[in-house]
């Protein structure tokens, strides 16, 4: 490291100190450890929902909210709350999957493991042209209420995940007698 460090200073370029949170901040893959993918993903998962829930809400004032008073940026402060929810969120929920997916996959299996479940989410990448294909159709509140109840599918599928760092520790504990 001293060698690409002296290269980059002569260059003029300076590297900045390494990151050392201030004392008593605990940052929050250090949680992850601590209570598991599994966790992560169920959480995210919940704020998945949440967020498509303000995204509906959102949509829905835009089409009756004059009619009960609602001010007119009330719409758009909503749409903007949901989607810097799910831009906070989303980072989390995808280091949970793959760190869960590289806990359950045996050693060897892990790269085709993780090309697999990258493969399965190609089809999430033509939901952008299906969607825009069926807001002239339906209109947004629909449609994001569809988000949230695949959301809470979800949510219900990840509930019934095992955690396999819990099953770790306990193989890794001596047996009580």
Known sequence: MANIESRLTALGLVLPP???PPPGMVLPFVHVR??????VIVVANWLTLATFAVAAASAASATWGAQIGCPRKL?????GLAFFGL????????????????????AAKRPSNIGFGNAFLLPLSLAPVLV????????????FAGAAFFSFLAILSTTRLKEPRT???????????
């Open 75 to 79: 719409p758009v402060l909503l749409l």
């Open 132 to 143: 825009g294909w069926l807001v002239p159709l339906t209109g947004y509140a629909p449609l």
């Open 18 to 20: 390494a990151f050392s």
């Open 34 to 39: 601590r209570i598991g993918n599994r966790a």
């Open 167 to 177: 099953e770790q520790l306990a193989a890794l504990e001596p047996a009580e007698g």
């Open 87 to 106: 831009g906070c969120m989303a980072p989390g929920r995808e280091m949970g999957e793959f760190n869960y997916m590289l806990d359950i996959a045996p």
